[in-house]
């Protein structure tokens, strides 16, 4: 099967400004979350969609990150304005089931290497 | 808040020695997961404990969940330059709770 497709897979770019990147979670999926991973952490969950509909979004920065999974398939995470401390790769992955019944392995994309400069 | 912690944050043994890493999570978990990251991938999903005191193995690897689910431990038994990585556990309560993670590095 084809797997969690990302893109870009780097981007740079200057404080303040904005930057969108993109997901296509593997086909039959229902699933799909957004993580964050600075260098040297392990993967903070920033949203999590059960087809079009947000489960949770508790950590996600609403001020200046916004993600939206419109037809339940493919998925976009936005940073506008970006700051320094948004720096980390971003990880899209999907799962089968949702994390409600933790029955499901997550599929992890590439991610995207986003650096602010 | 929900915190998982692993020791050690970095491991380096000789090639052929055994490697341990220890999640701890400050509540009862429903199930772990842990993964794997090579450097400069992204994180691949190992293997998934659900039951109180579960033990798993995959080939030299061997998981365990504890009795109070809220623990878990990965060890690597005769390790090889293929295991180096990060490996990350994954609490589950609600959502996924990823660990700190434990650096492997594996000298030929």
């Known amino acids: 099967e084809a797997g969690v497709a990302q893109s870009p897979r780097y981007k740079i770019i200057e404080k303040r400004q904005s930057v969108a990147f993109w997901c296509n979670p593997i086909?039959?999926?229902?699933?799909l979350y957004w993580y964050q991973q600075i260098l040297g952490q392990g993967p903070k969950l920033l949203i999590q969609?059960?087809?079009?509909?947000?489960?949770?979004d508790s950590q996600l920065p609403k001020d200046r990150f916004s993600a939206e999974r419109l037809k339940g398939v493919d998925s976009t995470l936005k940073i506008q304005p970006a700051k320094l401390e948004d720096s980390a790769v971003y990880l899209c992955?999907?799962?089968?089931?949702?994390?409600?019944?933790?029955?499901?392995?997550?599929?992890f994309g590439n991610g995207t290497r986003l650096t602010v400069t | 808040g929900q915190q998982v912690m692993q020791i050690p944050q970095y491991q380096h043994v000789q090639e052929g020695e055994d490697f341990t890493t220890y999640c701890n999570s400050s509540t009862t978990l429903s199930n772990i997961q842990w993964y794997k990251q090579r450097p400069g991938g992204h994180p691949v999903f190992l293997i998934q404990?659900?039951?109180?005191?579960e033990v798993k193995k995959q080939k030299r690897l061997t998981f365990q969940f504890g009795e109070a689910k809220k623990n878990s431990s990965l060890h690597i038994t005769a390790t090889q330059t293929t295991d180096v990585g990060t490996y990350f556990c994954a609490g589950h309560r609600n959502q996924f709770y990823f660990g700190t993670g434990t650096s492997l590095t594996v000298i030929p």
């Open positions: 404990l659900v039951k109180s005191g």
């Open positions: 969609f059960q087809n079009n509909g947000v489960v949770d």
């Open positions: 992955a999907s799962s089968l089931t949702g994390s409600s019944t933790g029955a499901s392995p997550l599929h």
């Open positions: 086909s039959g999926h229902a699933t």
